[in-house]
């Protein structure tokens, strides 16, 4: 990982982790002394100039988590000298190491600060990743907004498989297509089963939603094989039936219009 404190050149790199783990107490000192848990038997690295380099993975492992463990900490007090770290190393456009973002996340949600949370999302010191999103998902009953930032931050990580299977699993038809442009590699994949979609719509006897995505999923099919009609190997037989029956005569609806927040 990629580190922004150097120490003095003839300092070794044990007696500068040594001097971090002494200043977070005197008393956990005493008890990290007696522990395994942090062990100082580490390679040395060094820069060009001799100065003693200590990683972000460092600041983690001697301050971070040290600090986490002692009871009398105040966890607040800890989020913000996290924080001020993690702004520090953007200034120097340098890469956050994954570790600091997932101990941030840990912290606002123990300390169910979810408004800080949603600001530091925003603001970029917390960046996207799928550990992030997992986070968020399992703190919906705390904070309902975790549901539209996870959804979010799919979108921006591309992971389009997923985000599908979150918006078929909470039933939001409509939501999940437009999500899928012929633009996008996952609108040709295997994967996007007409089936699913139309079967997951007749089961909430919602028309709207069955009827944006036979529209949907016709208009694809043109686009991949010329022409409208539905194969066996899509398994769609269901749904062309309950189409013929009750759209067959009618005509086409303006589907961009749908609003899908209903």
Do not use: W
């Amino acid at each position: 990982s990629i580190s922004l404190l150097y120490t003095n050149k003839n300092f070794e790199k044990q007696t500068v982790l040594q001097k971090i783990r002494e200043s977070v107490s005197e008393k956990e000192n005493m008890k990290i002394g007696k522990s395994v848990i942090y062990p100082l038997n580490i390679n040395i690295e060094r820069t060009k100039s001799g100065y003693t380099i200590v990683s972000q993975q460092d600041i983690y492992d001697y301050v971070f988590i040290v600090a986490k463990m002692k009871n009398d900490v105040c966890k607040q007090l800890l989020i913000a000298a996290l924080v001020e770290y993690m702004r520090t190393i953007n200034r120097h456009s340098l890469d956050i190491d994954s570790c600091l973002d997932i101990l941030l996340v840990d912290l606002l949600v123990e300390e169910e600060m979810f408004y800080e949370l949603h600001q530091y999302l925003e603001q970029n010191i917390l960046r996207d990743s799928m550990s992030t999103v997992h986070i968020l998902l399992t703190i919906t009953d705390q904070y309902n907004a975790a549901y539209q930032l996870a959804l979010d931050m799919l979108h921006r990580l591309k992971e389009y498989e997923v985000l599908l299977q979150l918006y078929i699993e909470s039933k939001q038809i409509i939501k999940a297509l437009k999500t899928i442009s012929p633009k996008s590699p996952l609108y040709t994949s295997p994967s996007l089963k007409p089936s699913l979609f139309l079967k997951t719509a007749l089961e909430l006897s919602d028309k709207r939603q069955f009827y944006f995505a036979y529209q949907y999923f016709s208009q694809r099919n043109e686009l991949l094989r010329g022409n409208k009609t539905f194969i066996l190997a899509d398994k769609c037989d269901f749904a062309v039936e309950y189409y013929n029956k009750v759209y067959n005569n009618r005509e086409n609806i303006n589907y961009d219009l749908i609003d899908d927040d209903k």
